[in-house]
């Protein structure tokens, strides 16, 4: 491994090494910067020379800085703030560092950081110590770099500051520092996976990638050659065992490195534009995304044919607009979620956008570009540059395609987070704290951000930890006082830091940014308290800093809240940016100096008041007041353009006010002006001049030698010859011209300047001033010299040509010209002496052909443009479908006639979509699906049963309809007669029960309609009930207790609806008024029209007065543009030419004044054409019509005149009659024209009065509607919680609904369980009953047959099990009947002997005692249903009460439920409480006043409407009214109740008297009181009667069945007969054919006997042909095998042939010969 060493920071010279000529990186980085320095000239004035000092040691410099090795060290750079300077010796030659490359690097191996980081650079002369400047603290931060906001731990946040990386503790806010190893900027950093690493991306000159250990913060790796000038972005993949990073312009480098190794392993270029961002797919490390300018590209690496390679897939944007894209986010299934510049969000798939997701409405996500989208939790994560983070739904995004043709998806975001206002997030990364989920957050408006984005009731507001200036920092003063420091910026932002304590005081934001600031020196501020600051709008202003706890002086330090910024004086004394402040050095006059070439004065001592300004050459960069040193006070001005003035101190005008000031112009200011250029030109053309000399003075001194020479020898002759040799050599002489002096038409720019002693200045330029380089031929089709001469010949040629053509055009022209008068003159002729048109034409068919050839031509045109007619025609679509379809209605303003009146229409857009769209309110209770089953299940069982019986109906029609039609039988007719006689007696008992029954109903309908004591009327209770809800003292909606009422509960679809019936409200009034405004629009055209009709009639009959009689003509209105908008998209071809002529005129003026004339006049001229030609077309027709009329009625008496003659009287009479009528016509036609004006003037002013009242009410609307779309704003965000609620107490109150269900039926089953005990109860009794009268009265063998009747005795059960050992016990709830006897049973069972109940005792009736036996089965049929019907009543007694245990907890929980849903529905009352509604009242409308007086605070007051207060007031006399009322009724019912306790009385002795009478009555009929009920049930034993009757069915049906069957014996014996015969006859066909099989069988063996041998020979033939036909295959396969060997070796050279194969049947033949 190498590692190049930095250069030499002790001034001595380094050992170079030259190694095959090449140099390092870092010389070749120092040697970059060199000529940067050798750029800064110094220049003195009082010499006017140029001096470039510093030249030799910068050369000396370059030739040291050469390529340096260092040795490689594991030092571990403890201290970062130090400056020290490695003095470790150099490193090992190259060639032993390059054989090393290819092994692999220790684990353990790390790089030094003193030799990595940059230095200061100091020259080798100088004796500046290298730790002059230390950093101490940065309050800087590049907050506009992208992902500049990392984090390593909790309370370790990096980030990058210029030169410097820079590590934040969070928590003690201390700072570390690491410096860049460039020297020229750090370009990205990036955080390893694990935070172990962490990688700091260099800028420069192929820079490098370092890769520094954490905590440590040692370099462990170096990436080199991965870009030209800097990197873009960086990223670890998932595992953290590869890192991708891109390079920003101009290579934009995309490389994959292994950088444990330090070895790229791809490389490929990322695209031709910038790109902003590189990541790994968290799920699949094979796949990576950039995005950048316009881009989004898809790369996967693959494995090729050729190896690995990265291979790119540009995402292509189809229908959607071309954006930047600087967020993305990979999603799990590979489709990639970005964002866009207009804020919405794009759903990648397969290279194409599948959906563009917006919010509601078509709102965009987020008000600007996305830069960062997160998948955290589960959930999406957007930042957006309007400073708000939303949370979306993964779900929803990641299932989400398109429904229509417009490709966009509605969602909404789950949370939203606005974190303050001038906020643009650019950044986030998460702090890992356990239990909180906070976030850090890069605000690119300078600040960092901690945000709390759990979303809950403890959620935290936004922190803003750190503040910073948003860029450059354009000027910087410290106090003169004390440790404080002003700052200020472009972010139109000026900070005061206290840079002892590290802190930021305050600051204090303005609408634009700073760019000068002065501390206002302590002769003019003595406290230090103030600072001067200058904008780049032009203005000045003076700060002051002050103690806002009351001192108005800031001295000393003070705590960040004792300070404070405040305004104290402001001025614009510019109108471009100010570059320059400076106060004189006594602190008199202030100067101000700016971009607009000016330097303004002011006196300070006079608050500032302005002395005046003056110009300068150029845009002012410095002043400069001279120092104490100099005699007099001057100003030096700078310039950037090379021009240096000197200004005296201006003179002060005491006198002289303000306002007698013209212009503040000094004029008169005595100016020193230096300029300063290059006179490199000028020192060359003075060496080459003085060269020249010296050459002429050498030439003039060996000519005087040989001349003298000449003259010694040759005397006179020698000077004849020399004179002729002189003249020829003056005529080969011809002198050479001088060089041009050269002066560069823009300067070097001067960087600064100041006052050395007097009479002297210095100043730095920067650059150095060089000829101009003349323009190089890049154009590869740039013209050759032959080409050049061609192409000016060919220029020329057809500069003839175009001569000739415009000589000919003139020629035309004047041919044009006469044609023209000659059709002029043909005009002028008689109309049968013209000539026709045609006639002129020479041949017709010319003319066909010119018109042909202009119709080609048009097409052609038309093709060619056709594009741009598609284009500008969906241009005007879309203007259309965005502008004008929306509109319902435009404005149309309408203009009075007489007066200055007007009313203009609303304009009117399609109503909103809360007008048209109504939600369904999720908190309203729907039906449960057991009210359903119970609506549904009661009809189904309704249908069942009338479908049951109905089916049962029609089977018994069909029988009933059989037996119709069959004869009787006399058994038949018997038990008929049986069943008629015992169904009179049932159905005489069944009359007396049911009669019975009927009069128990009515006793029970008559004690149930019995009121109780505590009885009330339904009616009153009601209203009791009403007088609660909506009587008494209510709590105000603003009370802590307030309880919401059901119906008066509100959500968010309430409100929707109450907005969209408040919009089609104001939409309708609207558009009833523009209805109104365009019928008067369109009454003005009428009377306009009609009044032009009456002013040519007007005009007409005052043609036929004389001048004398004729009245002013009224003034036709004119319709204005503005009142038929609607024609302003009206065009016709003029109008069309008119506005390309102007559009050409504006094209061609070139001035600034004409342009912007010129810009809005083709608009304003089309609609003014468009409109003005409408404005004509309206009347147009009228006017026609009316000058139509008139000249017909005027111009027919014309026609008919002869010659004057003198008029008769009766002529005379009939004239003065029609003047007298054309008077009056006169008279009569103004009044009507004025009638017309004063109605339609009267209309619109009525009509202007109404649309006045319903702008009021428009505008109370309007603060209605602000007031409900807060309102529903607040509502949406408490839905979310509120249906959870509601939702809970849906499904409680279901569950509540269903267990209540489930307990009535219980109930119910119960009832009839109940109800089915005592069926068997009375049939028991019954059977007892029965009994007795079976018996009869004095049987012997009653009580035998009673015991035999009620023995117990054990049964074989039915089924198979009889239940449980342990059954519950039975129930209690038995009759008393039942009791007794079972008493009885059981004493008579004690008190006998065991008696045997299988014998019938004798002189027993034995029909008797089976009668007996039958009745004791069926007592114990009874007796085994009571005991299974007691227990399913047990069971359902038991699921009763567990159903009632679980309804009183579900009771509970939803009491708990609705308690909270009515505390959160109490915190959206409070908090649409909060909400402020504008109300606008008049003065009369203000009825709470204190001592007469209107108080200052309303908030104890209450607003009423006049309808409600009215109605209270009215309430009042209603309620006392009612009270009278209610007393006078209550005195009524007391007598009423009086009366009917008396009636009561008299009723009861009645009764007893009655049941007395009844008694009496009963004992003398039947000698005891008696159960008539029981009497009347006893009448008749049904079951005997029923089992008669049944007895005799069976009979009857017996006897038929025994006949049926001696039928059914006879035909089987028949049958059986029948067939014994047929067996008989098949048994004789069977011994036939037996025997002649038996002779076949014997035939079959003599056949098989004598064919045996034949088979067996044919075996034998067999066997030889398949052994022949083996060896035949054997021998084929030889031959083939031999063929190929034969075949092989002929394809060799020189192989040998075989001898040739012999046949088959050649070998056959073979044995035969021998």
């Given at each position: 491994m190498k590692e190049p060493d930095d250069q030499d920071t002790d001034g001595e010279k380094s050992v170079t090494s030259k190694s095959d000529g090449k140099k390092s990186l870092r010389s070749s980085k120092s040697e970059s910067r060199s000529p940067v320095q050798e750029d800064d000239t110094f220049l003195e004035d009082a010499t006017d020379e140029t001096f470039t000092e510093g030249e030799e040691s910068y050369l000396e410099e370059d030739s040291d800085e050469e390529r340096l090795e260092g040795s490689l060290s594991s030092f571990q750079y403890d201290d970062l703030q130090s400056t020290r300077v490695s003095q470790q010796t150099p490193a090992p030659a190259v060639e032993e560092a390059e054989e090393e490359v290819k092994k692999k690097i220790s684990e353990s191996f790390f790089y030094d950081y003193m030799e990595l980081a940059s230095m200061p650079f100091v020259t080798l002369d100088s004796d500046i110590p290298l730790d002059l400047l230390t950093l101490v603290h940065s309050f800087g931060y590049d907050c506009r770099k992208r992902a500049n906001l990392q984090l390593l731990d909790n309370s370790i946040a990096i980030y990058i500051a210029g030169n410097q990386l820079i590590f934040l503790n969070l928590k003690t806010k201390e700072q570390i520092y690491l410096r860049s190893s460039s020297g020229e900027g750090i370009g990205v950093i990036g955080v390893h996976p694990h935070k172990t690493y962490f990688t700091v991306a260099e800028k420069g000159s192929f820079p490098d990638i370092i890769i520094y250990e954490y905590p440590s913060l040692r370099p462990y790796r170096i990436l080199r050659d991965g870009t030209e000038k800097g990197y873009a972005y960086v990223n670890f993949n998932y595992s953290g065992t590869l890192l991708a990073s891109v390079g920003s312009n101009p290579d934009y480098t995309l490389t994959i490195w292994n950088w444990k190794e330090e070895q790229p392993i791809l490389r490929t270029k990322a695209f031709s534009q910038e790109v902003f961002k590189v990541t790994f797919n968290p799920d699949n490390e094979e796949q990576l995304t950039t995005s950048g300018s316009g881009h989004i590209k898809f790369w996967e690496m693959a494995f090729t044919f050729t190896g690995l390679k990265l291979q790119g897939s540009l995402g292509r944007f189809g229908k959607t607009t071309t954006t930047d894209i600087e967020g993305y986010m990979e999603l799990p299934d590979g489709k990639v979620l970005s964002g866009s510049e207009w804020g919405n969000m794009l759903l990648w798939e397969g290279g194409l956008i599948k959906v563009?997701?917006?919010?509601?409405?078509?709102?965009?996500?987020?008000?600007?570009?996305?830069?960062?989208?997160?998948?955290?939790?589960?959930?999406?994560?957007?930042?957006?540059?309007?400073?708000?983070?939303?949370?979306?739904?993964?779900?929803?995004?990641?299932?989400?395609?398109?429904?229509?043709?417009?490709?966009?998806?509605?969602?909404?975001?789950?949370?939203?987070?606005?974190?303050?206002?001038?906020?643009?997030?650019?950044?986030?990364?998460?702090?890992?704290?356990?239990?909180?989920?906070?976030?850090?957050?890069?605000?690119?408006?300078?600040?960092?951000?901690?945000?709390?984005?759990?979303?809950?009731?403890?959620?935290?507001?936004?922190?803003?930890?750190?503040?910073?200036?948003?860029?450059?920092?354009?000027?910087?003063?410290?106090?003169?006082?004390?440790?404080?420091?002003?700052?200020?910026?472009?972010?139109?932002?000026?900070?005061?830091?206290?840079?002892?304590?590290?802190?930021?005081?305050?600051q204090m934001k303005f609408k634009q940014g700073g760019t000068a600031l002065v501390w206002v020196p302590r002769m003019v501020n003595f406290t230090g308290a103030e600072i001067i600051v200058g904008f780049e709008d032009g203005v000045v202003?003076?700060?002051?800093?002050?103690?806002?706890?009351?001192?108005?002086?800031?001295?000393?330090?003070?705590?960040?809240?004792?300070?404070?910024?405040?305004?104290?004086?402001?001025?614009?004394?510019h109108t471009a940016r100010v570059t320059a402040l400076a106060y004189e050095r006594d602190g008199e006059i202030l100067a101000t100096g700016s971009k607009d070439q000016t330097v303004f004065f002011f006196e300070v001592e006079r608050d500032y008041k302005p002395i005046g300004y003056i110009n300068t050459p150029g845009p002012v960069c410095q002043l400069m007041w001279s120092p104490m040193s100099h005699l007099e006070s001057t100003l030096l001005i700078i310039c950037e353009n090379g021009y240096i003035l000197e200004a005296p101190l201006p003179t002060i005008n005491l006198e002289e006010d303000d306002h007698d000031v013209v212009s503040y112009e000094i004029k008169d200011m005595c100016l020193k002006c230096f300029h300063f250029s290059s006179v490199k030109s000028k020192i060359l053309r003075s060496i080459e001049i003085e060269k020249r000399e010296r050459q002429r003075k050498l030439k003039e001194k060996i000519r005087e030698e040989r001349r003298n020479k000449l003259a010694a020898e040759m005397g006179e002759d020698g000077e004849k010859e020399f004179q002729e040799e002189e003249e020829e050599e003056e005529e080969e002489e011809e002198e050479e011209p001088l060089p041009e002096i050269f002066i560069p038409s823009t300067p070097s720019p001067i960087l600064c300047g100041f006052y050395s002693e007097p009479g002297k200045f210095w100043v730095s330029l920067f650059g150095i001033e060089t000829e101009p380089i003349p323009e190089d031929i890049e154009d590869p089709k740039a013209y050759s010299i032959e080409n050049a001469r061609r192409k000016r010949e060919h220029d020329k040629l057809m500069k003839e040509v175009e001569e000739i053509k415009a000589q000919k055009r003139e020629q035309i022209k004047a041919l044009r010209t006469e044609f023209c008068k000659?059709?002029?003159?043909?005009?002028?002729?008689?109309?049968?002496?013209?000539?026709?048109?045609?006639?002129?034409?020479?041949?017709?068919?010319?003319?066909?052909?010119?018109?042909?050839?202009?119709a080609f031509k048009i097409q052609q045109v038309e093709k060619e443009l056709a594009w741009e007619k598609e284009k500008h025609e969906l241009g005007l679509k879309k203007l259309k479908n965005r502008f004008r379809d929306p509109l319902e209605s435009d404005t149309i303003v309408v203009h009075a006639i007489l007066s200055d009146h007007k009313i203009s229409s609303y304009r009117l857009v399609q109503p909103s979509k809360y007008s048209k769209f109504k939600r369904t309110s999720q908190s309203e209770r729907k039906p449960s699906k057991l009210d359903r089953f119970e609506k549904e299940g009661t009809g189904?069982?309704?249908?069942?049963?009338?479908?049951?019986?109905?089916?049962?109906?029609?089977?018994?029609?069909?029988?009933?309809?059989?037996?119709k039609f069959r004869p009787k039988t006399l058994s038949e007719i018997m038990v008929e007669n049986q069943i008629e006689k015992t169904r009179k007696l049932i159905l005489k008992a069944e009359r007396a029960q049911l009669k019975i029954q009927q009069r128990k109903k009515e006793w029970e309908e008559l004690y149930k309609s019995k009121p109780g004591d505590d009885y009330e009327d339904p009616k009153d209770l009601q209203a009791?009930?009403?007088?609660?809800?909506?009587?008494?003292?209510?709590?105000?909606?603003?009370?802590?207790?307030?309880?919401?009422?059901?119906?008066?509960?509100?959500?968010?679809?309430?409100?929707?609806?109450?907005?969209?019936?408040?919009?089609?409200?104001?939409?309708?009034?609207?558009?009833?008024?523009?209805?109104?405004?365009?019928?008067?629009?369109?009454?003005?055209?009428?009377?306009?029209?009609?009044?032009?009709?009456?002013?040519?009639e007007l005009k007409n009959i005052q043609s036929t007065l004389h001048v004398s009689k004729h009245i002013p003509i009224p003034q036709i209105p004119q319709i204005h543009p503005e009142e038929v908008p609607e024609k302003r998209f009206?065009?016709?071809?003029?109008?069309?030419?008119?506005?390309?002529?102007?559009?050409?005129?504006?094209?061609?003026?070139k001035s600034p004044g004409v342009e912007q004339t010129g810009s809005g006049g083709p608009g304003g001229g089309f609609l003014k054409l468009s409109s003005g030609k409408d404005g004509d077309l309206t009347t147009r027709d009228s006017m026609s019509r009316s000058s139509k009329a008139s000249t017909l009625s005027l111009d027919i008496p014309k026609y008919m005149e002869f010659e004057k003659a003198e008029p008769t009287d009766v002529e005379l009479e009939i004239m003065k009659r029609d003047e007298i009528k054309h008077v009056y016509m006169q008279q009569y036609l103004v009044n009507r024209v004025k009638e017309l004006i004063v109605t339609f003037d009267a209309e619109l002013r009525l009509l202007r009065h109404q649309k006045l009242k319903l702008d009021t009410q428009m505008k109370l609307s309007d603060l209605h509607h602000v007031t409900l779309f807060q309102e529903i704003l607040l509502l949406k965000n408490f839905e979310k919680q509120e249906n959870i609620l509601q939702e809970r107490v849906n499904s409680l109150d279901k569950e509540e609904q269903y267990m209540q269900w489930k307990i009535n039926e219980t109930l119910k089953e119960m009832e009839e369980k109940k109800n089915e005990i005592t069926k068997l109860q009375e049939q028991e009794k019954a059977l007892y009953a029965g009994f007795q009268t079976a018996i009869g009265e004095n049987n012997k063998f009653?009580?035998?047959?009673?015991?035999?009747?009620?023995?117990?005795?054990?049964?074989?059960?039915?089924?198979?099990?009889?239940?449980?050992?342990?059954?519950?016990?039975?129930?209690?709830?038995?009759?008393?009947?039942?009791?007794?006897?079972?008493?009885?049973e059981d004493e008579s069972e004690s008190e006998d002997e065991v008696f045997d109940d299988s014998i019938c005792p004798t002189n027993c009736d034995v029909a008797l005692f089976e009668l007996t036996l039958q009745l004791r089965e069926k007592r114990l049929d009874i007796e085994e249903a009571l005991v299974e019907e007691k227990k399913v009543v047990d069971n359902l007694k038991k699921e009763y009460d567990t159903l009632s245990k679980k309804v009183k907890i579900v009771a509970t929980n939803l009491n708990a439920a609705e308690e909270a849903l009515e505390a959160y529905q109490r915190e959206k009352q409070q908090r649409l409480n909060e909400l402020l509604v504008v109300i606008p009242l008049k003065l009369h409308q203000i009825e709470y006043v204190v001592f007469g007086e209107i108080p200052s605070d309303l908030s104890g007051t209450l607003v009423f409407s006049n309808h409600a207060l009215r109605r209270l007031q009215e309430r009042i006399r209603e309620l006392q009214e009612e009270n009278s009322k209610q007393q006078k009724l209550n005195k009524e019912w007391r007598e009423r109740r009086k009366q009917l306790i008396r009636e009561k009385r008299e009723m009861t002795k009645t009764i007893h008297k009655m049941e007395e009478t009844v008694r009496q009555l009963m004992i003398s009929k039947f000698g005891r009181v008696v159960n008539l009920e029981a009497l009347q049930t006893l009448s008749v034993n049904t079951t005997l009667e029923e089992l008669k009757i049944r007895k005799l069915r069976k009979e009857l049906a017996n006897a038929k069945e025994m006949k049926m069957w001696e039928e059914k014996i006879a035909q089987m014996r028949w049958e059986l007969m029948m067939k014994t015969k047929e067996h008989t006859r098949k048994?004789?066909?069977?011994?036939?054919?037996?025997?002649?099989?038996?002779?076949?069988?014997?035939?079959?063996?003599?056949?098989?006997?004598?064919?045996?041998?034949?088979?067996?020979?044919?075996?034998?033939?067999?066997?030889?042909?398949?052994?022949?036909?083996?060896?035949?295959?054997?021998?084929?396969?030889?031959?083939?095998?031999?063929?190929?060997?034969?075949?092989?070796?002929?394809?060799?050279?020189?192989?040998?042939?075989?001898?040739?194969?012999?046949?088959?049947?050649?070998?056959?033949?073979?044995?035969?010969?021998?």
């Open positions: 563009e997701l917006c919010r509601g409405t078509s709102k965009s996500c987020h008000n600007g570009p996305i830069n960062q989208i997160m998948l955290d939790e589960g959930e999406v994560i957007t930042v957006g540059s309007d400073g708000c983070v939303r949370i979306w739904d993964f779900e929803t995004i990641d299932t989400a395609d398109i429904i229509d043709e417009t490709g966009l998806l509605e969602i909404e975001p789950i949370n939203e987070l606005q974190v303050d206002k001038n906020v643009n997030l650019f950044s986030m990364t998460k702090m890992s704290e356990t239990g909180n989920n906070f976030w850090l957050a890069q605000d690119a408006n300078g600040a960092i951000w901690k945000l709390d984005l759990s979303f809950s009731n403890i959620t935290q507001d936004p922190e803003c930890l750190f503040s910073f200036h948003s860029g450059a920092v354009e000027a910087v003063a410290v106090s003169p006082l004390t440790y404080l420091m002003a700052t200020t910026a472009l972010d139109c932002s000026v900070r005061i830091y206290d840079f002892a304590s590290k802190t930021l005081l305050t202003r003076i700060l002051e800093l002050y103690d806002p706890k009351g001192l108005t002086i800031f001295v000393g330090r003070k705590k960040i809240s004792d300070a404070d910024i405040r305004l104290k004086q402001v001025f614009k004394p000659l059709l002029e003159m043909n005009e002028e002729l008689p109309t049968h002496m013209q000539f026709k048109r045609t006639d002129f034409d020479v041949d017709s068919k010319i003319r066909a052909e010119m018109h042909r050839r202009t189904r069982k309704d249908s069942q049963r009338d479908a049951g019986g109905s089916i049962a109906i029609q089977e018994e029609s069909i029988i009933e309809k059989g037996k009791i009930k009403e007088a609660q809800v909506y009587m008494g003292d209510f709590n105000l909606k603003t009370a802590p207790d307030y309880k919401i009422p059901e119906h008066m509960r509100i959500n968010a679809a309430k409100k929707e609806e109450e907005l969209g019936h408040l919009d089609s409200l104001v939409h309708g009034n609207k558009r009833y008024m523009n209805k109104c405004i365009l019928s008067l629009r369109d009454l003005k055209v009428a009377v306009v029209e009609e009044i032009q009709c009456l002013v040519q009206q065009y016709d071809e003029e109008t069309l030419l008119n506005f390309k002529q102007q559009h050409m005129k504006s094209d061609d003026e009653a009580n035998f047959l009673m015991k035999v009747l009620k023995k117990k005795i054990k049964r074989v059960k039915k089924k198979e099990v009889e239940g449980d050992a342990d059954e519950d016990e039975e129930s209690e709830e038995s009759s008393e009947e039942e009791s007794s006897l079972e008493s009885d048994l004789y066909q069977m011994n036939d054919l037996c025997i002649e099989k038996k002779k076949l069988d014997s035939r079959l063996n003599t056949l098989q006997n004598q064919q045996g041998n034949a088979f067996q020979s044919l075996r034998e033939a067999d066997v030889v042909a398949r052994e022949e036909v083996t060896e035949l295959i054997q021998l084929q396969a030889e031959r083939i095998s031999a063929l190929k060997e034969e075949i092989a070796l002929l394809r060799r050279k020189g192989g040998l042939i075989l001898p040739p194969i012999r046949s088959p049947q050649e070998k056959e033949m073979q044995p035969a010969d021998l």
